[in-house]
């Protein structure tokens, strides 16, 4: 733990930074920080980059606010409800995939460097972006692992073809989308070494196990963010710690090392590790949303996360009650 407080520290260089529990939060632009990395200090990343790019450009952000929409799509209220804005991504034009794309490319490139060989990148998409993004990152250096799907029913697709309703009532001109994908990504292992050797030497190169000896599972059972954690953190963007806190588990084969979360929110990802007790490192380039994390870590990292006890230690308590145990400054005796 000492060594990764020291990579903390060494790593906020001059920026506005915030240390929270064994996490650190930085107010930067993720680009221009991991560009400065050294090459090959960190283990994994977890994160829930901006999909559409342009959805979190300060002038889009504004539409989203005032209501006048731009990519943000604002849905028509029912029963009642005012439901939140969704980004747009199906009105990205020709340009502005070109945009994602090399957009991600420089990323994955810059992410490629900063990760130990073995490193694991988790990273969330939508199922109308996902090829796009899997072909940045892979051109960008980053070797395609798979995908986790979390099992989720979202506001995307499933509308009759607009102004065409009435014409076509028996045709939706997308699926409606029941789950949201998360890309598995990994820096390549140097040539012949083995899982095994790179575990060794890195602690890298595979996926944790979950606490009753299961393998990381790929199809993840979810639910909307609940609203407790989304009264805590009010991000458009929130994920839920249920579902983030098995990612970040996985990230880490033999639980030892550091997170990133370079486009980080309101923090959900760090708050994930925390509780967690693992080290992560955030970075946010807005300073309203980094200012929100600040205060919403400890929050959400403190959650008790129901059903998810099969990740967790065994010691003899129920599931519920070893999520709360794993609440940071927990029952030093757990494991
Ligand atoms: C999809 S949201 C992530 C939300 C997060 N999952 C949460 O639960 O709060 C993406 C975030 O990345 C931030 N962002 C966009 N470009 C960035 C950059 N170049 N560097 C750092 N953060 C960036 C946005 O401001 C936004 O808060």
């Known amino acids: 733990m000492n060594n990764n407080r020291q ?10 930074a915030s240390r929270i529990g064994n996490s650190l939060a930085i107010h930067a632009n993720c680009f221009e920080w991991l560009a400065r990395l050294p090459e090959d200090c960190l283990h994994a990343i977890v994160t829930d980059p901006p999909y559409g790019v342009k959805e979190y450009d300060v002038n889009q952000l504004a539409k989203r606010a005032n209501g006048n929409g731009g ?10 409800h005012v439901r939140s804005p969704l980004p747009r991504f199906t009105a990205l ?3 502005e995939r070109r945009r994602l794309y090399n957009f991600f490319v420089t990323w994955a490139k810059l992410v490629r460097r900063a990760l130990l060989p073995g490193g694991h990148v988790f990273i969330a998409t939508n199922a109308f972006i996902a090829q796009l993004l899997y072909d940045a990152l892979v051109d960008g250096g980053l070797e395609f692992r798979g995908q986790v799907i979390r099992l989720v029913r979202t506001l995307r ?20 989308g029941c789950y949201e994908p998360w890309g598995i990504f990994r820096k390549s292992l140097p ?3 083995t899982v095994g050797e790179c575990l ?20 993840i059972p979810s639910e909307r963010t609940p609203k ?21 588990y996985a990230s880490l084969p033999l639980g030892k090392g550091t997170v990133l979360d370079p486009f980080m929110g309101s923090g959900s990802t760090v ?3 925390e509780a967690l007790e693992i080290s992560c490192i955030g970075v946010e380039r807005h300073r309203e949303y980094f200012e929100i994390s600040l205060k919403a870590i400890p929050k959400l990292a403190a959650i008790v996360v129901p059903q998810a006890g099969a990740l967790l230690p065994t010691c003899g308590a129920s599931s519920d009650e070893t999520w709360g145990l794993l609440r940071r400054r927990s029952n030093p005796q757990c494991c």
Not at 228 to 248: C, G, M, N, W, Y
Request: hydrophobic share 30%; net charge positive.
């Open 200 to 219: 060794r030497r890195y602690a890298t190169g595979g996926l944790r196990r979950t606490q009753d000896d299961k393998p990381f599972a790929d199809l």
């Open 7 to 16: 990579l903390l520290e060494s790593l906020r260089f001059d920026y506005e």
């Open 157 to 176: 697709g499933g509308d009759r073809p607009k102004n065409a309703e009435e014409e076509f009532p028996g045709v939706s001109s997308m699926p409606r």
């Open 191 to 193: 040539t012949k070494m």
């Open 93 to 95: 034009d020709h340009d």
């Open 271 to 273: 708050a994930a590790a």
């Open 228 to 248: 407790k954690e989304r009264l805590i953190a009010t991000h458009p963007s929130l994920k839920p710690q249920d579902f983030l806190r098995k990612l970040v």
């Open 71 to 80: 990519i943000w799509r604002i849905p028509p209220s029912f029963d009642g």
